[in-house]
């Protein structure tokens, strides 16, 4: 017998949210009335965290190259989690389950306890909140350090956006970070001029600094503005998909493997440490 999906709906004036706990703590779906403001499914038809609306990326993002490191002079590994991608991706957070903390009719908060596995060695807690405003979905990240040692740790979220007719992006940037064409992993750091234009005419798949922290979609039915405290964003137009991303993250691609990871936002969590952040995603009908 197949159990029954964990499914919680929020509401506040035309937005609906729907999260699944059971996988990865996604947002499975955000309407604004019948109209999807995320890639949306109604929540007990969504099979995985990677067909949802936004999942939560820790305890780093991106990609982690080789799939291993090095942290306080031991040499650790993960495992695939990503078809076949050479590299460990999003971290694990959006690959367990979460249990239900609390739950209002326009506000929930998520909980992962994570004792350390071959899929990331240290043990952490997480808590995710979201409060559903009539305006819009406020969304926080708690990472908890539960080890006896400090530990490495990136935060993100990874929202998903439907393509429609004359869907358009604003960023404020500075730099963008180019990849190898063969790793996928960032090798060198270029001038960006920020972005404005039509998504269809956009290709990027990127890791971007000196972000201002807001960015601004638009197509013929709706205005959205993400913010958050986090300060770079990986931007995804696929040609191919009917979607793209806009993702504030922590820290750089694969930054654990940099010269400095630390300038490139990894954070160092010590022992009993928090690291907090916020995304929000605001939404008006044009």
Same mark, same amino acid.
């Given at each position: 017998m197949t159990p029954t999906p964990s499914v919680i709906e929020l509401r506040a004036g035309d937005l609906r949210l729907a999260l699944r706990p059971d996988l990865g703590g996604?947002?499975?779906?955000?309407?604004?009335g019948e109209l999807p403001v995320l890639r949306s499914t109604e929540a007990a038809e969504l099979t995985s965290a990677r067909l949802a609306g936004s999942f939560p990326l820790l305890p780093y993002s991106n990609r982690l190259g080789q799939r291993r490191f090095r942290w306080l002079g031991k040499d650790?590994?993960?495992?695939?989690?990503? =078809?076949?991608?050479? !590299?460990? @991706? $999003?971290?694990?957070?959006?690959q367990r389950p979460w249990t239900v903390e609390s739950q209002r009719a326009? =506000?929930?908060?998520? !909980?992962? @306890? $994570?004792?350390?596995?071959?899929?990331?060695?240290?043990?952490?807690?997480?808590?995710?909140?979201?409060?559903?405003?009539?305006?819009?979905?406020?969304?926080?990240?708690?990472?908890?350090?539960?080890?006896?040692h400090a530990v490495p740790v990136g935060l993100g979220w990874h929202p998903y956006f439907p393509k429609r007719q004359r869907s358009r992006l604003h960023v404020e940037l500075s730099d963008r970070w180019e990849s190898d064409a063969g790793t996928q992993l960032p090798t060198r750091r270029v001038p960006q001029?920020?972005?404005?234009?039509?998504?269809?005419?956009?290709?990027?798949?990127?890791?971007?600094?000196?972000?201002?922290?807001?960015?601004?979609?638009?197509?013929?039915?709706?205005?959205?503005?993400?913010?958050?405290?986090?300060?770079r964003l990986v931007v995804y137009t696929p040609k191919t998909r009917d979607y793209y991303c806009v993702e504030p993250v922590s820290h750089v691609s694969n930054a654990i493997h940099m010269a400095d990871p630390a300038a490139h936002g990894l954070r160092t969590l010590q022992p009993g440490a928090h690291f907090e952040a916020w995304m929000k995603i605001e939404v008006s009908a044009v």
């Amino acid at each position: 017998m197949t159990p029954t999906p964990s499914v919680i709906e929020l509401r506040a004036g035309d937005l609906r949210l729907a999260l699944r706990p059971d996988l990865g703590g996604c947002v499975a779906g955000l309407w604004h009335g019948e109209l999807p403001v995320l890639r949306s499914t109604e929540a007990a038809e969504l099979t995985s965290a990677r067909l949802a609306g936004s999942f939560p990326l820790l305890p780093y993002s991106n990609r982690l190259g080789q799939r291993r490191f090095r942290w306080l002079g031991k040499d650790y590994t993960t495992q695939p989690n990503f =078809d076949d991608n050479p !590299h460990s @991706v $999003h971290g694990m957070g959006w690959q367990r389950p979460w249990t239900v903390e609390s739950q209002r009719a326009d =506000d929930a908060v998520l !909980h992962l @306890v $994570h004792a350390g596995d071959a899929d990331w060695p240290f043990p952490f807690e997480a808590r995710q909140a979201f409060a559903l405003t009539p305006s819009g979905l406020n969304m926080g990240l708690t990472f908890t350090n539960t080890a006896t040692h400090a530990v490495p740790v990136g935060l993100g979220w990874h929202p998903y956006f439907p393509k429609r007719q004359r869907s358009r992006l604003h960023v404020e940037l500075s730099d963008r970070w180019e990849s190898d064409a063969g790793t996928q992993l960032p090798t060198r750091r270029v001038p960006q001029p920020g972005i404005d234009g039509d998504v269809a005419h956009l290709d990027f798949d990127h890791c971007f600094e000196g972000w201002q922290g807001t960015a601004r979609l638009r197509d013929e039915r709706l205005r959205v503005q993400l913010s958050s405290s986090l300060d770079r964003l990986v931007v995804y137009t696929p040609k191919t998909r009917d979607y793209y991303c806009v993702e504030p993250v922590s820290h750089v691609s694969n930054a654990i493997h940099m010269a400095d990871p630390a300038a490139h936002g990894l954070r160092t969590l010590q022992p009993g440490a928090h690291f907090e952040a916020w995304m929000k995603i605001e939404v008006s009908a044009v």
